[in-house]
């Protein structure tokens, strides 16, 4: 960014032609994720939404814990996994960041190289006057632009925060009810949780399991990048997408598989 600034090109213009490209691949490979774990996600929209806005991986959950109806389980949770895998095989992932496996969609875009060369030759001149003014100079990020761009980092953070702050705040409740704000403030219902041994068995297997499972991930993944630096690149690839297949996979199918196996 400061070379191309340097150069003699504006903010906006450094941004599209050097900061955009090459964040496509994380952008890409971010948003399928996201909409993969949304995808099959059932706690928050069983807590947030209830039957009224219920989604499909919340009808699985229910149809598990009240008739295990595996066939219509089955089949649902098999939807689900086909809507991923297509939308995978459509926008392409590629968590590695090498940039091979470019988007299909990408490449069946209409060109506008025509207009934008010609856009372009129209322009030369201007720029060519520019460029003498602004070459060697610094590429400052004082003003409203850095002003703006702090004002919107904040309120994504607030917006992806906002949710837990409420939670840890009705948490502090005296009512026997959940409320927000809270009408009095009290510790009953952490005395409540310390209180009751099935709570705090509960909270210290959960403990158990993230610890064992934090340790065995490091290892294995360790020794995975290990063995990956040191085999070809094209078979470096392929094996990376096997490894990360599993995010690829919407979590009430991941449980109802799991859960059918173990029962």
Known sequence: MAAARSMGARRFAAFWRVFFPLSLPGVRSGALIVFVLCLGFYITPAALGGLRDAMLSTFIAAQVSASFDMARVAAS?????GIAAAVLSVLGLDLSGSGRNKASWARRLPSVGGPARYLNELATRFRAKRWTTELYKGAGENGWPRIAGSAFILLVMFFLLFPSLVVIIMSFSAGPFLEFPPSDLSLRWYR????????????????EIGTVVTLVATFVGTLAAYGLNRTSPRIRSVLTMVILTPITFPSIAVGIAAYSWIA
Do not use: G, M, N, Y
Not at 77 to 81: C, D, E, N, T
Not at 194 to 200: E, F, K, Q, T
């Open 192 to 207: 409540s949780f310390l209180s009751d041994p099935s709570w705090r068995d509960a909270a210290w297997t959960s403990v």
């Open 77 to 81: 949770a098999f939807i689900l996994l």
